[in-house]
């Protein structure tokens, strides 16, 4: 087989290395339990440089900037199983039982973009892509939340060292290099995209709340709370005024 996964229990980051690009290499990515307890997932593949010359070039010293590799790509599709795996720890702090995965997030946030309405100057293509990858990297760390005291700037920097370690997974490339933009396009908060997907992201985890309230016969104000008056965009503020609207009419009717 071209690549396998095993577990590690230790807590250093091996560097990327081969001697001979025909020859199999690994790498070990630290694995972030929700106690954010380190597990370290060892990735194993064949073919980690792909060589190329360059175009007008006898040289072939430098790394492909194109495609990954078959190898490269279902190592990465692999790594980002966790993300379908790992639940969202929200929903488990507060005791909901079978909740929705990190993936399941994304992807409603992906639909959100895909059936917004056209807005002046904003790319739904972009918001589509900056969706999917947004939190990408907590196929390492795991879902980091407010209850778990981690400092803003520090989960940026486990995120981003994650994000690394991930792309290079990846092979590098233009893929890679695009994964990179869009997570820090939606990190910053930098662009009309961005502040479009951020309150998709409050959006969509309102609408999950008011899911599991009616599924369950919770009470979440947290999550109410915790985005009232954040949302930027004029589309966000219509979405989770109707949900907040749909909301309140159920509990006075409770």
């Known amino acids: 087989m071209a690549s396998s996964v095993s577990v590690a ?7 990327f290395h081969c001697s001979n690009p025909s020859h199999k290499f690994s790498t070990k990515i630290p694995f972030f339990s929700y106690s954010l307890t380190p597990r370290l997932v060892s990735l194993h593949t064949h073919n980690p440089i792909k060589m190329v010359s360059g175009f007008g070039s006898e040289n072939p010293t430098h790394l492909c900037a194109s495609a990954s590799s078959p190898s490269d790509t279902i190592d990465f599709l692999t790594l980002c199983h966790r993300l379908k795996s790992t639940k969202r720890k929200g929903w488990i702090n507060h005791g909901i039982k079978g909740p929705e995965s990190i993936a399941d997030h994304m992807y409603r946030m992906a639909l959100m973009a895909l059936i917004s309405d056209d807005l002046p100057g904003v790319n739904r293509e972009r918001c589509i ?9 907590e196929a390492i760390v795991g879902d980091i939340t407010p209850s778990d005291g981690v400092p803003k700037e520090e989960k940026s920097r486990m995120e981003q060292k994650a ?26 908060n930098s662009t009309l995209e961005a502040n479009l997907v951020k309150d998709f992201d409050k959006v969509e985890m309102i609408l999950q709340a008011l899911e599991y309230e009616t599924e369950h016969g919770k009470v979440l104000d947290e999550f ?3 985005t009232a008056g954040k949302i930027q965009t004029e589309i966000g503020k219509q979405w989770a005024a109707e949900i907040t609207s749909r909301r309140n009419s159920r509990l006075a009717n409770k």
């Open 129 to 137: 892509k900056i969706a999917i990858v947004h939190d990408i990297a």
């Open 163 to 188: 994000l690394d370690e991930m792309c290079k997974v990846l092979g590098g490339g233009m893929r890679a290099e695009e994964i990179k933009e869009l997570w820090q396009e939606y990190e910053n």
């Open 224 to 226: 109410f709370l915790s």
């Open 9 to 15: 229990p230790k807590s250093n980051i091996s560097p």
